[in-house]
């Protein structure tokens, strides 16, 4: 398993300070993984973000790109910067020009690629993160939802291999916060490594396949979530506490003596596997959408199966129902409100575009071990 | 008898044509936890800056205490010595260079004497464990610190009603926890707490009551079960249910479990899942006044030696725990993790103030009510 | 081999003069290396990239002061009591004099672990002087005999005795107050100061306004900051056109945070209850007797040290032996 970034022995101390911000901090990007780094909120996660994109340089230790150790010469930061692209909290923080359409245009315009180009990115950019129709509105109009998206679309516009988002959810409400976090599994589906910091314990559990806990300027665990949690004493003094839905299975299966592992990390998952008795298992018709999606379509899709519930999931599928003015019962969080109709035993539909579909069919395969088999179909409409 | 009412309340920004408030009629019900519910841009600080008179309503009335408001500068000056507010981003209210400086600015514009103001100081910066802060400048303290002086600051007043605008964004889980109980013992001690928030978790943990809005209008006021049972309504507020409320309905719909009760906490699901006659452990219950003596650390051990798990509740419980370097298993959320640990068939202590002693109490009691019922003994003190 | 005797005389002072300029850039500049090293190999900051700025190192060294908690106005006053001595007296000792004094202080107050930073301060004021001192030297009363006389395109050089030693003694006078000044500085936070300023019977509203920049200043640096860096890492800063235009970007942003903070700020005093002006909990130590008496004492005794010592050194003796 390649490591696409790495830290060896970090240290990094602010002018002026003799407490190091980073301290012997050997850290491992696995390469297409989602990797969740956990801590609080200080300028540890942050510092360790500015030394992967070269814009700090380690005061000891290194940092590697690739493999290889990153240079700091002009030339070297600007092919490293193109290919890391890091998203910061506070979006106000990264935005420089006044209208949207020119903000995402600014990164790829400062690799010097062509008009074309960087028309090309732009357009894209937008329309995966959802903000296509605010081209050339004012930077200064938009809500902080708004901000938030457009300050990841200029960082996708980079069109990196990896991409560092800190705090990808903070002061968003529950349904852009969704949104957010569809967008990085979009991204990391085509590809892209993706990396976020959080405090949220309960979102890095449903998202990450590795963690790696910040506290105090040093890394204190690197690996898999269950191996953390499982050791309370560790969690305690990292200063976060046990996700929900670890807890719930943790005590669930000591009361009823049950295995631990598998470990639930969705609440299909978990309501699967502490039903004592489950009915059978409804179907799920998966509309893979290309462009766009008719209330023909819908309703030849709907009618056999006895009105189920109507999921979307992914940006793409999301304007497509808009478009269409067409009903959806769960415009965000798709997935998993259709996987819980079917472990209820009830059909369900879910919209999603094309390229997402094995995303989809991945979370029904994960399902089984949990004890819920979903028949599903995939249809292209 | 409602601490706020409004009627026929709208609001519109200065230059604005878009009404950020429409047509509100809110009660908030004194003695309750209450939240205020909705997604970004619903209208929830725009709602609140109407309770401490920053904001005038275009139309309609304000009412606090029973009473209308009314917005002469020196009605305006006491109202804001009973309303406090804590917003969500500290820098947005820290003032002054030091934290002495900050939690005194409120206090000495309310013209209190200066001893009690130095005695207040320690009294709220022990509160929120900054004792050794109290003469450090602000701007070197980090964000968690920040909040803690701001929260210091907004409650030293005495105020008669704490609002707080999204008070655990930005702080770690444990913190965060602390927030939530330093503003349960508030609520004890008699002051109302209204917390503005769009985390839903957060909401139905902790509040009594909640409160919605979307796009400016009030959508629902009531118990959080009433609102979450409507999913339509939950998504068009632009908010997700809360995953105790989405895993209990789920499990509830698939194994029939049909007692009516919703819980809110982990405990409370455990119990309402739990087969019956599981095995339970005993819960002992140890209050605190201002100490804790040796007796009451050896009972602890000695259950402790038997594999028993110790959490502390309460501030000044938590203050004496540290102090006393006390062996402890759950310094945060305590109450809730040892009553999993009595689920799960292990005795637990746990130390709290002796005045949340109803509060303990009644936690057993709600969590019993679900299902499972907790054996419940209180050793110790006098 | 030169044979440095042979030379014209004028050419022996114009390499003794860059000798000079070239030892005092030299030492800075080395000083500066062999710190970063020296702290690199115990493997503590080097921190070129990134980092607080000055402003916050300077305040943190103000509030860590062994002397925060003397009487602000006092320390003030004692400073430019030393100041005035200096420029009084025509004795280049009193200058020296009292620049010691203020390295002394300045050692007193960071606990004999006087930081970099001021140190370098320090040394700039020296390289910006040099300058200065340079044009008054070579300045002198055509009337009077010179050392160095020499035309460099249109201007005249016309170095006497007197212009020497009157450079000398500004460059003396400069590094001396810039000394007492830092002293000063980085043992007096800014609030204090501004407290200190509302005791002298200056209006509130300035000091008010003192205080309100400080500290919102801090924010707005901090903000500043992170929007470069980030700046950096979409690859603003890649040729200079491309920099000018994020600079203008990131001022933009920095303006419309500043505005954004200004209403928020407003909405929270309201809610505090701001009655107008900020009150003060913690008041500084006036000035009392002693913080009167004493600088003017040591004021008045330099004084007399300078007419003592008048005339005593004399710069060309020193530099170029014989008169």
């Not at chain 1, 380690?58 to 010469?73: D, N, R």
């Not at chain 1, 995966?128 to 708004?146: A, F, N, P, R, V």
């Not at chain 2, 309340?9 to 209450?34: C, D, M, P």
Request: charged residues 20%.
């Amino acid at each position: 398993m390649d490591g696409i970034l790495e830290t060896k022995d970090l240290y990094f101390y602010y002018a002026g300070s003799t407490s190091g911000a980073l301290e012997h901090v050997n850290i491992k990007i696995t390469k297409g993984k989602k990797t969740a780094i956990l801590g609080s909120n200080g300028a540890g996660k942050s510092t360790l973000f500015y030394n992967f994109n070269g814009v700090y340089s380690p005061s000891l230790g290194e940092v590697l790109y690739e493999g290889k150790p990153i240079k700091y010469s002009k030339k070297a930061l600007r092919s490293l910067r193109s290919d890391v692209a890091v998203v910061l909290q506070n979006p106000d923080d990264q935005i420089f020009c006044s209208t949207v359409g020119e903000d995402v245009a600014f990164g790829p315009r400062n690799l010097g690629l062509s008009e074309k180009d960087v028309a090309e990115r732009v357009e894209l950019a937008m329309f995966q993160t959802g903000i296509t129709m605010l081209k050339d509105k004012g930077t200064l109009q938009l809500s902080y939802g708004q901000r938030k998206r457009l300050a990841l679309a200029g960082a996708i516009a980079m069109k990196p291999k990896v991409l560092i988002m800190d705090e990808p959810t903070a002061g968003l409400d529950p349904q852009m916060a969704n949104e957010v976090m569809e967008m990085a599994n979009q991204l990391h589906h085509l590809g892209t490594t993706v990396v976020i910091s959080t405090h949220d314990v309960n979102l890095a559990y449903g998202w990450a396949d590795e963690i790696n806990v910040l506290r105090m300027s040093k890394i204190i665990y690197s690996g898999t979530s269950e191996g953390f949690y499982s050791d309370i004493k560790l969690v305690h003094t990292a200063g976060l506490m046990a996700p929900a839905m670890f807890s719930i299975n943790k005590n669930h299966c000591d009361m009823n003596g049950v295995e631990e592992a598998p470990f639930p990390t969705s609440l299909p998952e978990l309501v699967s596997k502490m039903s004592s008795e489950r009915p059978k298992s409804g179907m799920m018709l998966i509309l893979s959408i290309t462009d766009g999606l008719t209330e023909d379509e819908m309703l030849k899709a709907t009618g056999p199966l006895g009105g189920p519930r109507v999921g979307v999931y992914g940006t793409a599928a999301r304007k497509a129902v808009f478009r269409g003015k067409l009903h959806a019962d769960y415009v965000f969080n798709g997935i998993d409100n259709c996987l819980l109709e079917c472990v209820n035993g009830k059909n369900s539909v879910l919209c999603c575009e094309g390229r997402m579909v094995d995303i989809v069919t991945d979370r029904i395969e994960r399902l089984k071990q949990f004890g819920t088999s979903v028949g599903y179909e995939i249809r292209e409409v | 008898m409602d601490i706020f009412e409004t009627m026929d309340l709208f609001h519109s920004y200065k230059n604005s044509k878009v009404e950020s408030l429409k047509n509100i009629n809110i009660k908030v019900g004194k003695g309750k936890k209450t939240a205020l519910l909705g997604a970004n841009g619903a209208g929830k600080s725009t709602l609140f800056y109407h309770f401490n008179g920053v904001f005038k309503p275009k139309s309609g009335t304000v009412l606090f205490d029973g009473k209308p408001m009314e917005y002469t500068k020196d009605a305006l000056a006491e109202l804001r010595s009973d309303v406090s507010v804590m917003l969500q981003n500290p820098d947005e209210q820290i003032f002054s260079a030091t934290v002495e400086e900050d939690i005194a600015f409120g206090m000495l514009n309310q013209g209190m004497v200066r001893e009690e103001i130095d005695a207040r100081i320690d009294e709220v910066l022990s509160m929120v464990g900054m004792t050794e802060y109290r003469m450090r400048p602000t701007q070197q303290l980090s964000y968690g610190q920040r909040k803690r002086v701001a929260f210091a600051g907004a409650i030293a007043t005495h105020p008669k009603v704490l609002i707080m605008d999204e008070p655990t964004a930005g702080l770690d889980p444990q913190m965060a926890q602390e927030t939530l109980e330093i503003a349960d013992q508030l609520h004890i001690g008699g002051t109302d707490v209204i917390i503005s928030t769009h985390d839903v978790d957060l909401a139905y943990a902790w509040a009594d009551e909640i409160h919605v809005l979307r796009n400016g209008t009030l959508v629902y006021s009531g118990v959080s079960e009433g609102f979450y049972k409507d999913s339509v309504a939950v998504a068009l507020a632009g908010l997700m249910p809360p995953a105790m409320f989405a895993i209990d309905s789920n499990l509830t719909e698939i194994c029939g479990i049909g007692n009516g009760k919703y819980p809110h906490t982990r405990a409370e699901l455990l119990s309402k899942m739990a087969v019956k006659d599981t095995k339970t452990g005993t819960l002992y219950g140890i209050p605190v006044d201002d100490y804790i003596d040796q007796a009451m650390i050896d009972c602890v051990l000695a259950h402790a030696e038997e594999g028993a798990a110790v959490g502390i509740y309460g501030i000044q419980t938590r203050r004496i725990a540290y102090k006393e370097a006390l062996r402890l298993d759950y310094v945060f959320d305590g109450m809730e993790n040892c009553l999993i640990e009595v689920m799960n068939g292990n005795d637990a202590v746990i130390y709290y103030d002796r005045s949340l002693s109803d509060m303990v109490i009644g936690k057993v009691v709600k969590v019993s009510g679900f299902g499972l019922k907790i054996p419940f003994e209180v050793r110790g003190g006098l | 081999m030169i044979d440095f005797s042979a030379l014209p005389i004028i050419q022996q002072r114009v390499l003794l003069l860059a000798v000079i300029i070239i030892a005092a850039v030299g030492s800075i500049l080395l000083a500066r290396i062999i710190n970063d090293r020296r702290r690199k190999a115990k493997g503590l900051p080097s921190g070129k990239r990134g980092g607080t700025s000055e402003q916050v190192q300077m305040d943190s060294l103000a509030y860590g002061s062994r002397m925060v908690s003397w009487s602000p106005l006092g320390k003030m006053f004692l400073a430019l009591a030393l100041i005035v001595a200096g420029l009084i007296t025509k004795s280049a000792l009193v200058p020296i004099a009292t620049m010691t004094l203020g390295l002394a202080l300045m050692a007193y107050s960071t606990n004999m672990r006087i930081p970099s930073i001021l140190a370098l301060a320090i040394g700039e004021a020296m390289l910006i002087m040099i300058i200065g001192c340079g044009m008054i030297s070579i300045m002198g009363n055509p009337a009077e005999p010179a050392i160095w006389n020499a035309e460099i395109l249109w201007f005249r050089i016309h170095m006497t005795a007197a212009s020497f030693n009157q450079a000398w003694l500004v460059f003396f006078r400069a590094v001396a107050g810039v000394t007492l000044m830092l002293a000063f500085a980085s043992s007096t936070p800014i609030p204090h100061l501004a407290q200190a300023l509302r005791q002298m019977r200056m209006p509130k509203e300035i000091t008010e306004i003192v205080v309100l920049i400080y500290r919102y200043s801090f924010l707005l640096l901090e903000r500043m900051q992170t929007m470069y860096s980030s700046a950096q890492g979409r690859l603003g800063f890649n040729g200079f056109v491309r920099s000018i235009r994020t600079t203008a970007g990131i001022a933009v942003g920095m303006f419309t945070s500043a505005l954004e903070m200004g209403d928020k700020a407003q909405a929270a005093l309201d809610s505090r209850n701001y009655t107008g002006e900020f009150p003060i909990f913690r008041t500084p130590k006036p000035m009392n007797a002693t913080w009167v008496a004493m600088p003017i004492l040591l004021a008045v005794w330099m004084v007399l040290f300078g007419f003592y010592t008048e005339g005593l050194i004399d710069f060309n003796v020193i530099f170029f032996g014989g008169a």
